[in-house]
């Protein structure tokens, strides 16, 4: 079976083969450090970061490259208000991106090169580009030439013409062609800027990616990723640089991700209607987050509101129920005589069909939301199967409720939502101390403590000792323990 990806440069759903059977090199476009980054964009960023770990949950090789964008007009006009370097800006902005970034769940980049150390390698560029003919020397500026460009509005579907005429008329003289774009300026004073044979200067925004992606991951990009409002000018004048520079192709095949909207329009910092993810993850856990963001697919435009966030706060405490339901029966002694064969079977080809289907919508252009549905599905129908077949369920029975389990938690991992796993390692280690009180318990392991506590209360219960069995269930519920009765017996859960 194939991965079949939308190719913003073809309009259209194409095979995935990478240039190298295997591996694949990914190139996502990255934040410029001025300020913390909006819940649009880590839409972008978490989409790619699914993307990613998709690709290696289907045993691809992955390189991600992402660039930080350190020396820019925002960065310096940041700077100057707060009185700082926009060194510092970005180091501050670059810091909490990174942080946000790992609260998020989102990957660290394979590598993450910065603007500013990248400045030998865009002055080859630029230089290469003025001896093929495509950028010319202007009063300390370098432009590139759009109309040296073949290709230039294939990947945006625009045709030069009609952006000729839509170009503004108060252009810069210094440019032939109001199309052109800045590779490389000239220094204003007090801004940052490095020496090159056309004077102090610094880059443009667009040369940066060209250089960047090429050095790290070699020619052609096999995925190009960033936000859909980067197709023009950004992604249009990356390609047209590289492809001019280089003669080879840029990237193979190039995905962009939809826009996150507040009230039906962009959240944008420009249009001041923006939250900054760190607010966001201030009252929202990042798996809350993931979920409501992967419920539409990465192309389609995405409204954010509280209401969608409590929506999938609910979505998420469910399937965390249900899975820690099914961890549970799989994990008790077996005391059932076994469960008729039709529904055993209907629940085992339930299994199989769950990842089969999961594995087609994924690979259907990341269909993350028909794919979570799926894995839904089979954790209610493995429920059911428990409520309907409670005191019956076998040791066969278990097992397949187990991997009925292990298989929820394996898709829902490959998109980066873990459910928080009931494991001795995240049980307080009080418990520990209460059992030794209450059970007479020896040992330092809190899961086996937490038995203890167990078997203490049923054998307080066995005697009638409602006392003794109700300070045992008082003291786990101090510590964060609720213990229910259940049909099936007692089933302790830690919150
Ligand atoms: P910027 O720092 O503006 O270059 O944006 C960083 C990334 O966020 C880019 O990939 C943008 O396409 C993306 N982005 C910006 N605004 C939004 C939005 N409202 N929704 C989704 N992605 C966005
Ligand atoms: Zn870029």
Known sequence: MTIRVYNTMTRSKEEFVP????????????????????????????????????????????????????????IIKRATEERRTPAEIAETYTLAFRSAMDELGVLPPTRQPFATQTIPAMID??????????????????????????????????????????????????????????????????????????????????????VMSEGELGLPLDIHGGGSDLVFPHHENERAQSEAATGTMFARYWLHGGMLQINAEKMSKSLGNFLFLKDVLARYPAPVIRLLMLQ????????????????????????????????????????????????????????EGTRAKFIEEMDDDFNTAAALASVFELARTANSFVSEHQGDIGGVERAVLHSAEELVTDLLGALGVDIAPETASSYPPDVVQVAAELAGYQGSDPQEAVRALLAARDAARSERNWAAADAVRDGLEMLGFTVEDTPQGVRVIYR
């Open 296 to 351: 539409t697919h990465y192309r389609s435009p995405l409204d954010f509101s509280d209401a969608r966030l409590e929506e999938a706060r609910a979505a998420l405490e469910r399937i965390e129920n249900l899975v820690r339901n099914l961890r549970w029966v799989g994990e008790r002694e077996p005391e059932g005589s076994g469960v008729p064969r039709p529904a055993l079977e209907r629940l085992s080809s339930a299994i």
């Open 19 to 74: 240039r190298e059977a295997g591996k694949v090199a990914m190139y996502v476009c990255g934040p410029t450090v001025y300020n913390h980054i909006h819940i649009g964009n880590a839409r972008t960023f978490l989409s790619f970061d699914v993307i990613r770990r998709y690709l290696m949950w289907r045993g691809f090789q992955v390189t991600f490259v992402q660039n930080i964008t350190d020396v820019d007009d925002k």
């Open 125 to 210: 560029m630029v230089k290469r580009l003025i001896e093929r003919g495509h950028a010319y020397v202007a009063d300390g500026d370098v432009y590139f030439s759009v109309r040296s460009f073949p290709g230039y509005g294939a990947l945006s579907g625009r045709n030069i013409d009609e952006l000729e005429s839509g170009a503004r008329i108060d252009v810069d003289e210094r440019k032939q062609d109001p199309l052109d774009f800045a590779l490389w300026k000239s220094a204003k004073p007090g801004e940052p800027h490095w020496p090159s044979p056309w004077g102090e200067g610094r880059p443009g925004w667009h040369l940066e990616c060209s």
